[in-house]
């Protein structure tokens, strides 16, 4: 049986930059202020505003990872997995999330 020594050195997984901890902020503040106040409204409609992904939008959310020369706000894929992990960590509903992170 062969033995794999630890070394002890890692990089952190995810590795999180500053950037990804601002915009961990920005969607923890946005869903808090802008969404969970109407989010029982929406789940009993099973639908929520068009203004919504309009939002998103200027706020750049959509298309985190997308390369911006096709229209996306070129990040990385951690920039999509903050904002999947801070509207779920935030008290968004399941159905805003995942019609939010599909865009």
Known sequence: MSVVKDSGARAPLPPFSAEHEELRETVSRWVRSEIVPHAEEWEAAREFPLSLYRRAGE????????????????????????????????GAPGGVAAGLGAH
């Open 59 to 90: 706020l750049g959310f959509l298309g985190l990872a997308v390369p911006e020369e096709l229209g996306g706000q070129g990040g990385d894929p951690v920039h999509g997995a903050v904002f999947a992990e801070e509207i779920a960590a935030a």
